[in-house]
């Protein structure tokens, strides 16, 4: 069950029903869990930017972590040369 996309009436109605599912046997995870299970392989470049936007847009130190890892292989990222083309125009 993704924990972070679900909701109760309260935080105390949420949590009761978190238990209740993880002693049926469910698993939580994150909503982020589930988007790298579905990315899976960074090899399907069809998908990769724009699951790294939304990474990078909403996933906090892990998405500043990812822009860094791929500053250091790559180069700057490219929504950064972007943006300075659009600034000199």
């Known amino acids: 069950m993704v924990v972070d996309a679900s909701g109760g009436t309260s935080q105390v109605a949420h949590d009761a029903a978190i238990q209740r599912m993880i002693q049926a046997g469910a698993v939580p995870v994150t909503w ?5 299970e579905y990315q899976r392989d960074w090899a399907h470049k069809e998908t990769y930017e724009p699951v790294m936007d939304l990474v990078k847009q909403h996933s906090g130190t892990y998405g500043i972590g990812a822009e860094y890892a791929h500053t250091m292989i790559h180069g700057q990222p490219p929504y950064h040369k972007k943006a300075r083309e659009l600034s000199l125009t």
Request: no cysteine; charged share 0%.
């Open 32 to 36: 982020q869990q589930v988007l790298l």
